[in-house]
């Protein structure tokens, strides 16, 4: 019912940056919550950033405070994730999420809670 099609995903030098976008398509909502979160071998998926659709307050995990910063572009129906400052532990496969329940639950750093995923986008920091 709903696609997501990530972009931007790539090797990155230590310091540097990239920019993460997630196109949606198909079921349109009113009240949801779009969200990245990122996978390392051996690891959970852990959240990322996540933002309130409606009202546009965004959610950060502690590790990417400062550094990466989520928004959306209504009109495209796309959240983007700018990420400067990257670090080898950045390293990661990042998955853009869609969320109805989480909207009202506010369980944002909760992958349980979303609905629909992404394929996945590699990104590669090197020291």
């Known amino acids: 019912q709903v696609q997501l099609v990530e972009s931007g995903g790539g090797l990155v030098q230590a310091g540097g940056s990239l920019r993460l976008s997630c196109a949606a398509s198909?079921?349109?909502?009113?009240?949801?919550?779009m969200g990245w979160f990122r996978q390392a071998p051996g690891k959970e998926r852990d959240i990322v950033a996540a933002i309130n659709w409606r009202v546009g307050s965004t959610y950060y995990a502690d590790s990417v405070k400062g550094r990466f910063t989520i928004s959306r572009d209504s009109a495209k129906s796309t959240v983007n994730l700018q990420m400067n400052g990257l670090k080898p532990e950045d390293t990661a496969v990042y998955y853009c999420?869609?969320?109805?329940?989480?909207?009202?639950?506010?369980?944002?750093?909760?992958?349980?809670?979303?609905?629909?995923w992404g394929q996945g986008t590699q990104v590669t920091v090197s020291s």
């Open positions: 198909g079921s349109t909502f009113n009240r949801h919550v």
């Open positions: 999420a869609v969320g109805r329940g989480v909207y009202y639950s506010g369980n944002y750093f909760k992958a349980e809670e979303y609905d629909y």
